[in-house]
């Protein structure tokens, strides 16, 4: 696992849970809290998966 990726991917999944979980503190408040930061676990979780194939590995190799 490179470095390089981590670097992106840690602060995604960090605002992305952030977010998940003030939208559905404001806008869902019938939901259980549990509930609710399941979602943005998962969220964050499924955020990180997609960045982390986004972000090329070696990005200076690939190039001419």
């Known amino acids: ?3 390089k990726r981590l670097t992106y991917v840690i602060p995604i999944m960090i605002v ?4 998940a979980i003030s939208m559905l503190n404001q806008e869902h408040t019938e939901v259980q809290l549990g509930i609710r930061i399941i979602i943005a676990i998962g969220a ?11 972000f090329p ?3 200076k190799k690939n190039r001419p």
């Open 44 to 54: 964050a979780l499924f955020s990180g998966v997609i960045s982390y194939f986004l």
């Open 16 to 19: 992305v849970m952030v977010v």
């Open 57 to 59: 590995e070696n990005e």
């Open 1 to 3: 696992m490179s470095k």
